[in-house]
Protein backbone atom coordinates (compact mmCIF):
# COMPACT_ATOMS: atom_id res chain seq x y z
CA UNK A 1 0.00 0.00 0.00
CA UNK A 2 2.76 2.44 0.91
CA UNK A 3 3.86 1.95 -2.60
CA UNK A 4 1.28 2.40 -4.27
CA UNK A 5 0.72 5.76 -2.59
CA UNK A 6 4.23 6.78 -3.51
CA UNK A 7 3.77 5.87 -7.03
CA UNK A 8 0.75 8.22 -7.04
CA UNK A 9 2.63 11.12 -5.43
CA UNK A 10 5.27 11.00 -7.69
CA UNK A 11 3.22 10.46 -10.75
CA UNK A 12 0.95 13.76 -9.72
CA UNK A 13 3.88 15.50 -9.23
CA UNK A 14 5.28 14.40 -12.91
CA UNK A 15 2.10 15.30 -14.34
CA UNK A 16 1.68 18.50 -12.48
CA UNK A 17 5.11 19.43 -13.79
CA UNK A 18 4.02 18.42 -17.25
CA UNK A 19 0.44 20.45 -17.68
CA UNK A 20 3.07 23.44 -16.66
CA UNK A 21 5.80 22.84 -19.22
CA UNK A 22 3.07 21.79 -21.95
CA UNK A 23 1.06 25.10 -20.87
CA UNK A 24 4.23 27.37 -21.03
CA UNK A 25 5.47 26.03 -24.93
CA UNK A 26 1.69 25.17 -26.28
CA UNK A 27 -0.70 28.11 -24.46
CA UNK A 28 -3.18 25.29 -23.99
CA UNK A 29 -3.43 21.51 -21.84
CA UNK A 30 -4.36 19.10 -22.86
CA UNK A 31 -7.15 16.93 -20.93
CA UNK A 32 -5.82 13.47 -20.75
CA UNK A 33 -3.05 15.22 -19.01
CA UNK A 34 -5.50 16.94 -16.54
CA UNK A 35 -7.65 14.31 -16.26
CA UNK A 36 -4.55 11.78 -15.14
CA UNK A 37 -3.39 14.34 -13.03
CA UNK A 38 -6.86 14.64 -11.37
CA UNK A 39 -7.22 10.80 -11.00
CA UNK A 40 -3.71 10.72 -9.23
CA UNK A 41 -3.45 13.22 -6.93
CA UNK A 42 -7.26 12.23 -5.64
CA UNK A 43 -6.40 8.67 -5.54
CA UNK A 44 -2.92 9.31 -3.44
CA UNK A 45 -5.49 11.73 -1.10
CA UNK A 46 -7.67 9.64 -0.63
CA UNK A 47 -5.48 6.63 0.24
CA UNK A 48 -3.31 8.63 2.50
CA UNK A 49 -6.23 9.95 4.68
CA UNK A 50 -7.90 6.89 5.04
CA UNK A 51 -4.59 4.95 6.20
CA UNK A 52 -3.71 7.72 8.59
CA UNK A 53 -7.38 7.66 9.76
CA UNK A 54 -7.52 11.49 9.33
CA UNK A 55 -10.89 11.16 7.58
CA UNK A 56 -13.25 12.75 9.96
CA UNK A 57 -10.36 15.89 10.20
CA UNK A 58 -10.50 15.67 6.13
CA UNK A 59 -13.88 16.06 5.73
CA UNK A 60 -14.02 18.81 8.98
CA UNK A 61 -11.25 20.74 7.34
CA UNK A 62 -13.16 20.91 3.63
CA UNK A 63 -16.74 21.64 5.42
CA UNK A 64 -14.91 24.78 7.04
CA UNK A 65 -13.00 25.19 3.86
CA UNK A 66 -16.38 25.51 1.64
CA UNK A 67 -18.25 27.09 4.13
CA UNK A 68 -15.53 30.19 4.63
CA UNK A 69 -15.74 30.48 0.33
CA UNK A 70 -19.56 30.60 0.64
CA UNK A 71 -19.49 33.39 3.20
CA UNK A 72 -16.35 35.71 1.71
CA UNK A 73 -18.62 35.13 -1.63
CA UNK A 74 -21.59 36.20 0.02
CA UNK A 75 -20.42 38.89 1.70
CA UNK A 76 -18.77 40.53 -1.32
CA UNK A 77 -21.74 40.23 -3.62
CA UNK A 78 -23.24 42.02 -1.06
CA UNK A 79 -21.38 45.22 -0.37
CA UNK A 80 -21.14 45.53 -3.91
CA UNK A 81 -24.82 45.22 -4.58
CA UNK A 82 -24.97 47.92 -1.58
CA UNK A 83 -22.09 50.50 -2.78
CA UNK A 84 -23.42 53.55 -4.55
CA UNK A 85 -22.60 54.35 -8.09
CA UNK A 86 -22.52 52.40 -11.20
CA UNK A 87 -19.77 51.18 -13.84
CA UNK A 88 -20.65 53.90 -15.89
CA UNK A 89 -20.57 56.65 -13.43
CA UNK A 90 -16.68 57.15 -13.92
CA UNK A 91 -17.21 57.77 -17.66
CA UNK A 92 -17.93 61.33 -19.40
CA UNK A 93 -21.46 62.27 -18.64
CA UNK A 94 -24.36 60.15 -20.87
CA UNK A 95 -28.01 61.16 -21.94
CA UNK A 96 -30.20 59.65 -19.25
CA UNK A 97 -31.74 57.74 -21.98
CA UNK A 98 -28.30 56.16 -23.33
CA UNK A 99 -27.55 55.37 -19.52
CA UNK A 100 -30.71 53.52 -19.12
CA UNK A 101 -30.44 51.50 -22.15
CA UNK A 102 -26.74 50.71 -21.35
CA UNK A 103 -27.50 49.30 -18.06
CA UNK A 104 -30.66 47.30 -19.53
CA UNK A 105 -28.70 45.47 -22.09
CA UNK A 106 -25.98 44.34 -18.99
CA UNK A 107 -29.03 43.71 -16.52
CA UNK A 108 -27.60 46.57 -14.37
CA UNK A 109 -31.34 47.96 -14.40
CA UNK A 110 -32.83 45.88 -11.09
Known sequence: MRVLVQTLIYCSLFLGLSMIVWDLSQMYVPSFLILSFCICFIGALTIGVY???????????????????????????????????????????????????????????L
Open 51 to 109: RQGLALFFLKRMASSILTLVIIATATFLMLRLLPGGPFDDEKALAPHIKKNIEKKYGLH
